[in-house]
């Protein structure tokens, strides 16, 4: 999973050869084809070399190293990147470190490339942070299976485990006092069951610290199962499914995916209202290209709210100083003209993970309040 490649990518920190750190959009909806990425993979390229090969500071085994990893990442991308469903593409190499990390995610990432001493994983963490990970368990009354669910994946962490659970007794049985003591015994298997799966929750949440929990089972042990749980637990719960353990481990990530999306749409739309109650009323929040931009610029926002697909036209600055809604014509640090862009949407992520703003892609909404489709939560008040 992303955290362990996240985890790796550390042990590179401090080292002295370059490492390039090499980002790219690669979203099917804004590229169709293949060759649709060429443009921005060249221009990527083009600035690497330009920045540092051409460099008379840099030594050359430096620029050799680098040489490698500029060819070795576009051939890459021309011929072996798979993008299926991916958006967003990172890519750590240093030839003269034996690193090569390929990441991908179900989310765009911005186009940048860093050369530096270390793997530059800023971006990629804000990027990914607003991810939260869920865990699912689905319990019947003799087995459960505990799985994680992260950023559309699924692992299954604890295989099937079993209980010896005497069978349900039929309702037809149930005149005799003989039977309703085996009815209790039953019942009792069963608490004792659901109570050693809920234990299993806990010290599985011990160790992974998952946001939230996914209850799958029957209508019938769910209430059962959720009685046993700890406080911890229970107020993790984001949301309910029907299924047995042995049900295939796709048909669960599809029945964690309906109910992540289902929890986070509302959370979502509690966000929304959030932003635009305080632009309103506690002027904690702008919405519009200029004004979330002012506000990353200031150190006043701390948290960008992002289309997760649609594009944002505007105006830039090529050398990243400056984005605006409109054409004001130079850009107010290095004074050249700005150039007019369908989609800003990479150099927005790209300023607010250079001054630690958290970034959240609205997926299931697509405007702000007054037909926006950005905005900022701010730290203080506007
Ligand atoms: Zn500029």
Redesign the pocket.
Known sequence: MINDELNELGRFEGNVSKVISFYLNIDGALFPRHQDLEPDLNAQLRKVEKDYLKENHIGAEEKRSVAIDLERIDQYVRFELDRDDRRGLAIFASADQGLWQVVTLPVRLPNLVVVDNQPYTTTLTSVIEQYDFYCTVVVDRRKARIFSVYMGEIEESFGLFEDNVPDQVKSGDWASLRQTKIAHHIEDHLAKHLKRVSNKMLAYYKARRFNHLLIGGSKEVIPKFKEVLHPYLKERIAGEFIAEPDTSINSILLKSNECEKHYEFEREKELIRRVVGEENNGKKAVTGLDNTIQAIERGQANEVLLPQSAEIGGYH???G??ISEKDVRR?P??K?GLQSKKDVVSEVMRLASAKNVKIRFLKYHESIGDNQQIGALLRYAA
């Open positions: 600055c090529h050398e100083h400056f850009c640090i290095c050249r």
